[in-house]
């Protein structure tokens, strides 16, 4: 028989296997109405696709496809899916959560909700539109031109210490002035906004929404607020700026979960300039349809962005002087790439492979793997925190979702006085005693403590509260601060997460948000971090579900 016709068969044979695999699958899925397949949809991308992935693959959660088969390295196959899951088991595993760190959706969800969830992902994922360059363009606004905005400051505002907030189920950022505790301004963002970050000159804000709108914010201005506006995607989390000498506030990159692509802008006016896909081979030589944008950060040394895709577990380098001819840099690292943050010399990147529970250290000079170390259950380091340990020298520390304690890894140092912690580099040399469910260490280098939140814990006061270590030495019992408690804020049905410690621009206080139900009037609390004493609750009848906080300073200097 002829090749191609061999070929043909197979193919033919290939198609209706899959075919009736389909059938089957559809056949024995809950029905749902137009209706409820739309609200689905969209709970489902509110509140599932960040971890199990908009085509239901699996990346910190786990595959949610109707049926999955995978080979192990000798050829033993699994089988599995929600079909093999069932209605029941389903329900109860998104109401009650699951030790595998799945959390409870019982407080978020109604029952009907849990029901209709756990029918629509027994149903086949339908694949979302891609997104064009024109479509970006298209959606590019320029609110307030570039010749029409102030020449200099107009307001009396301290910039350096303005934190920009996250008011996460509102759609808004609230603008607070540091110094005096008083919200400047809250301007319209994108759904949920994920982070937000400084132009090289700490003039300009940006945010990312999760529907994938990007807000440029002017500082400058009178009152802050939205200078222009681009859709990048439909799914995203990531954005950062060009910070290397001659390159300040030239550009922005913005990555998309889905698409899955990341897109080069014009700094002051969010212009598209490029779009680039992110599809390809995994570390493990296997093509994913699906390799999200994670963390992206801008290196100082280099004008280059590390851009950590998370599903394929490699890590680009994205030079941006010639973004005509744009070269990159692929290095290999490991499966879901997530959250990170430099280390104390601002060398190399410290990313959370959270899934394969590693830390994969890039090193931006050589433009190389540095080091790839392994450390407990689901790392989440957000920035992490750099200190000198009394024992080890310098270490970056990272909590973990999965398990109960804060990793300290040691980091190189140039600084003579600390080659005799060179032994210890890239090794985990401490695991300091916490609970699980930690989401984000902090520092400031002008700082004797070290913070870490447990708001994902399941325990409602451990949830609520946040610990602090004095850093020169971490056998002292940690003090633990009910934040919630400590707001004097009316106790409300949904639990209150302490959530995101994040330092004012001198090192002397950290704020924490309490992140609580979408209704709810919730607060910052500000605690002096000499004394772990309250110094200011900031709250609003608009201060609703606050989480991530951007100090202006420790943002745009990358200080943690
Ligand atoms: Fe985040 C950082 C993705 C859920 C608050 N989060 C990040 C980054 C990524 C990411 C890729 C790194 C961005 C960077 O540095 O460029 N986060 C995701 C998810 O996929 C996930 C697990 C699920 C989702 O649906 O989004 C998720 N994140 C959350 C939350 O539920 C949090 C706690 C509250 C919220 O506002 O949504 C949350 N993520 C944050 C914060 C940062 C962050 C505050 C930035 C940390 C920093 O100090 O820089």
């Not at 019982?106 to 024109?134: A, C, G, H, R, W």
């Amino acid at each position: 028989m002829k090749k191609s016709v061999v070929g043909m068969l197979a193919l033919t044979a290939m198609v209706s296997a899959m075919g009736s695999a389909f059938a089957q699958d559809a056949a024995k899925a809950p029905e749902l109405t137009a209706a409820e397949k739309e609200q689905a949809k969209k709970i489902y991308f509110e509140r599932c696709a960040g971890c199990h992935g908009v085509l239901r693959k699996g990346a910190t959660g786990k595959n949610l496809e109707p049926h999955w088969s995978k080979k192990d390295k000798d050829g033993n196959v699994t089988e599995g899916g929600t079909l093999k899951l069932g209605q029941n088991r389903l329900e109860k595993i998104i109401g009650y959560g699951t030790d595998g760190g799945m959390v409870n959706f019982d407080d978020i969800l109604t029952k009907e909700e849990i029901s209709l969830m756990s029918k629509y992902i027994q149903n086949t994922p339908d694949v979302p539109p891609e997104y064009s360059f024109k479509e970006t363009l298209d959606s590019w606004k320029v609110i307030v031109p570039v010749d029409k905005r102030p020449t200099k400051q107009m307001n009396n505002i301290n910039l350096k210490n303005v934190f920009s907030v996250t008011l996460r189920d509102t759609g808004e950022v609230a603008l607070i002035d540091g110094d005096t505790k008083e919200i400047r301004s809250i301007v319209k963002t994108g759904y949920a906004v994920h982070i937000s970050r400084l132009s090289a000159s700490g003039r300009y804000v940006y945010v990312i929404g999760r529907d994938g709108r990007l807000s440029l914010i002017d500082l400058w201005m009178e009152k802050p607020a939205v200078v222009a506006e681009v859709k990048i995607g439909f799914d995203a989390r990531s954005v950062d700026t060009s910070k290397f000498k001659g390159f300040e506030d030239k550009y922005a990159i913005a990555g998309s979960y889905w698409p899955p692509q990341y897109v080069i802008m014009d700094g002051d006016t969010l212009k598209p300039r490029k779009v680039v896909s992110t599809r390809g081979m995994t570390v493990d030589g296997e093509y994913h349809p699906e390799p999200r944008v994670a963390s992206i950060v801008a290196s100082f040394i280099k004008p280059e962005w590390v851009v950590n895709i998370k599903e394929t577990g490699q890590i680009l380098l994205v030079d941006y002087s010639d973004i005509e001819n744009l070269k990159t840099t692929t290095i290999a690292s490991a499966k879901f790439l997530h959250d990170g943050g430099w280390d104390a010399s601002k060398r190399y990147f410290l990313v959370a492979a959270n899934a394969s529970n590693k830390i994969a250290a890039v090193d931006t000079k050589t433009g190389k793997l540095a080091a790839l170390v392994d450390v407990a259950k689901i790392p989440h380091p957000g920035r992490g925190a750099n200190f000198v340990h009394p024992k080890f020298g310098p270490v970056w520390a990272t909590g973990h979702l999965g398990a109960d304690v804060v990793t300290l890894i040691s980091t190189p140092s140039d600084d003579k006085k600390n080659a005799k912690f060179k032994e210890y580099n890239w090794k985990v040399v401490q695991e300091i005693k916490h609970v699980p469910g930690n989401l984000f260490v902090k520092t400031h280098p002008k700082s004797k403590h070290l913070w870490a939140d447990s708001a994902q814990n399941s325990d409602k006061d451990r949830a609520e509260s946040v610990s602090v270590w004095d850093m020169a030495d971490l056998s002292k019992p940690k003090a633990i601060l009910n934040v919630a408690k400590d707001s004097g804020m009316p106790e409300a049905k949904a639990t209150k997460r302490a959530v995101h410690p994040e330092y004012s621009a001198d090192g002397k206080e950290v704020w924490i948000s309490l992140w609580g139900g979408k209704t709810d009037q919730s607060a910052i609390v500000v605690y002096d971090d000499a004394t772990l004493k309250v110094k200011k609750v900031i709250t609003d009848p608009k201060m609703i579900t606050p989480t991530g906080k951007f100090n202006v300073y420790n943002t745009q200097h990358d200080i943690y």
